[in-house]
C-alpha cells in the first residue's frame, strides 16, 4: 500500500509548520534493519517463537520467567543484539527532524539505539525501554562486566553474577513485561502537552504506558501515524493524517515533499557508514530461526515447561500472600 499523494503533502505541510514535534517510535520502524518486530503475523517475533512451546510468547522478555529461565532470552540475544545493525532510512528521518531543529521530543520503546545512530540527540529522545547498552545482576542488581556480557550473547550462554553468595541471571537494562518503566517516564510525558505536532512511527499502540502518549497529544494538534496499519485512535480525530504501508516509503515520499529528499539520504548514507566502521563483534551471525530451532532441539520443551511451572508457583504465592494479608486486615 502506498499512502495518497495528498496526504503525503498534508503530513508535509504539518511538518513544515511545526517546530515543537513530538515522535513515537515502535519495532516497525527497525524491521527494515533485520530485526523481527514482535507482533507482525508470520514475520514477527511472537509468531517465530512457537517451536518453544513457551506458556505464552511475550514470557521470554517476562521478569518472572526470565529469574527462572533466562536460557530463551539468551538463545536469541546474539540474532537481537543491535551491535551490527545499521539504522534504516525512517531512522535517518528522525536524525533529519532532530538537524531541523523540529524535535521536541522522542519517545522510543525500541532497545536498539538506531534512533541515536543516525543522529538523534541523546538529550532530546528517551528509551522508554531501556536499552542494551549496560547491564545488571537480576537479583542485586550489582553491574556486570561489558566485555563478559558480550562473551555470553556471542556464545548464547546465560551470564551469572559473580558477587559473592548471589547466582542470579544478568540481564541487560532493558524494561521486561513486569518491570516499570524509568521514572523519568513520567516527566518526559509532560512534554507532549507541548507538542504542536504528534508523529508516531512503526507501533501497535499494545504496549503500555507508552500507548496512551498519542491520545495525550492536545485536541487540535495534528497527529501523523506512518505504519503498516490503522492503530489506536487514529483516525478519530479531524487533525489524523494516516500514511499507511512501509515506513520508510512513507519517509522518502515526506521527505520529496518537504525538498529534503538529497538530505535525506545523504544522512542516512553518513549512519550507516558510521555503523559499518564500528567493531564488528559479532560477524557469524546467526538467525532467529535457527538459534529458535537448536534451543527446541536441545531441550525438548523441558527447562521451558520448568520454567513455566515456576512461573506459576511465583504467582500463586504472591497471590496467597496478597489474600492472607487482606484477610489479616479483615477485607474478605
Ligand atoms: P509491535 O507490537 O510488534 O508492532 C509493530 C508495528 O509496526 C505493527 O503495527 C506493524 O504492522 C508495524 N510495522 C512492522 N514493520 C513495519 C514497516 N516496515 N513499516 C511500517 N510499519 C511496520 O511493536 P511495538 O513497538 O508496538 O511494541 C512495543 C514493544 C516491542 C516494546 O517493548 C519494544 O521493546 C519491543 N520490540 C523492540 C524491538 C527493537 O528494539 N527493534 C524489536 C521488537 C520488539
Redesign the pocket.
Known amino acids: 500500500m502506498t499512502p495518497s499523494l495528498s496526504d503525503t503533502e498534508t503530513a508535509a505541510t504539518s511538518i513544515q509548520n511545526a517546530h515543537h514535534i513530538v515522535l513515537l517510535?515502535?519495532?516497525?520502524?527497525?524491521?527494515?534493519?533485520g530485526?523481527?518486530?514482535?507482533?507482525?503475523d508470520k514475520?514477527?517475533?511472537?509468531a517465530r517463537l512457537a517451536p518453544l512451546n513457551l506458556p505464552f510468547p511475550e514470557a521470554i522478555?517476562h521478569i518472572n520467567y526470565f529469574r527462572h529461565t533466562p536460557e530463551p532470552f539468551y538463545a536469541i540475544a546474539k540474532a537481537?543484539h543491535?551491535r551490527n545493525?545499521k539504522p534504516?532510512l525512517?531512522h535517518a528521518f528522525l536524525g533529519l527532524l532532530a538537524k531541523k531543529d523540529r524535535v521536541h521530543f522522542l519517545f522510543?520503546?525500541?532497545?536498539?539505539?538506531?534512533e541515536e545512530d543516525a543522529f538523534v540527540p541523546p538529550g532530546k529522545m528517551l528509551a522508554a525501554?531501556?536499552n542494551w547498552k549496560t547491564q545488571r545482576c537480576w537479583k542485586c542488581k550489582a553491574a556486570y562486566p561489558d566485555g563478559l556480557m558480550k562473551r555470553a550473547i556471542a556464545e548464547g550462554e546465560v551470564p551469572y553474577c559473580q558477587e559473592e553468595g548471589c547466582d542470579g541471571p544478568v540481564k541487560p537494562d532493558?524494561?521486561f513485561?513486569g518491570e516499570s518503566l524509568p521514572e523519568v517516564f513520567e516527566e518526559k510525558e509532560k512534554l507532549v502537552d507541548e507538542a504542536d505536532l504528534m508523529i508516531v512511527?512503526?507501533?501497535?499502540?499494545?504496549?503500555a504506558p507508552?500507548?496512551r502518549l498519542p491520545r495525550a497529544v492536545r485536541e487540535g494538534v495534528p497527529r501523523i501515524l506512518?505504519?503498516?496499519?490503522k492503530?489506536g485512535d487514529f483516525g478519530s480525530r479531524v487533525g489524523d493524517v494516516c500514511l499507511?504501508?512501509?515506513?520508510?516509503?512513507?519517509a522518502r515520499a515526506l521527505a520529496g515533499a518537504l525538498g529534503w529528499g538529497d538530505e535525506l539520504e545523504s544522512l542516512w548514507g553518513e549512519a550507516v557508514a558510521a555503523k559499518e566502521s564500528m567493531e564488528g563483534d559479532f560477524e557469524n551471525e546467526t538467525s532467529i530461526d535457527e538459534c529458535i530451532r537448536r534451543l527446541a532441539q536441545e531441550n525438548q520443551g523441558k527447562m521451558i515447561s520448568d520454567g513455566h511451572k515456576k512461573m506459576l508457583e511465583t504467582h500463586l504465592e504472591s497471590k496467597f500472600a496478597r489474600l492472607s494479608t487482606a484477610a489479616s486486615k479483615g477485607n474478605i
Open positions: 517510535i515502535g519495532a516497525g520502524i527497525s524491521t527494515a534493519a530485526i523481527p518486530d514482535f507482533r507482525s514475520t514477527g517475533l511472537y522478555f537481537r543491535p545493525l534504516t525512517s522510543t520503546q525500541n532497545i536498539d539505539g538506531l525501554h531501556g532493558v524494561v513485561f512511527v512503526g507501533t501497535s499502540l499494545k504496549v507508552c500507548s506512518i505504519n503498516q496499519e492503530v499507511l504501508g512501509s515506513c520508510d516509503e512513507s
